[in-house]
């Protein structure tokens, strides 16, 4: 059975940090392109950050600069670091493990920026 669990959510006020994790089990991790996306109320779901399993980084313009993405293979786990987080970045944090023809989601956590 494939999980995907993310952890790491809270509230934090503007400017702030915050890491995400996401830990995977039922999947050969390595073969597998991770990535991170949320999705805001009234809003589609949107790529975060993600990354191959060779290890080249895909990031969405919102995080460019911010956020950083990083694989473990050996706890099988991804983490997500947000910097210098707004309020627009509030949202629920879904984690995705994916390779051609798989595709598997986390149940999300939360993320709000506020002050």
């Known amino acids: 059975q494939v999980k995907l669990v993310e952890s790491g959510g809270d509230l934090v006020q503007p400017g702030g940090s915050l890491r995400l994790s996401c830990a995977a089990s039922g999947i050969m991790f390595s073969r597998y392109a991770m990535g991170w996306y949320r999705q805001a109320p009234g809003k589609q779901r949107e790529l975060v950050a993600s990354?191959?399993?060779?290890?080249?980084?895909n990031y969405g313009e919102s995080a460019k600069g911010r956020f950083t993405i990083s694989r473990d293979s050996a706890k099988n786990t991804v983490a997500l670091q947000m910097n210098s987080l707004k309020p627009e970045d509030s949202a629920v944090y879904y984690c995705?493990?994916?390779?051609?023809?798989?595709?598997?989601w986390g149940q999300g956590t939360q993320v709000t920026v506020s002050s």
């Open positions: 995705k493990a994916e390779r051609p023809g798989f595709e598997y």
């Open positions: 990354i191959s399993s060779s290890g080249t980084y």
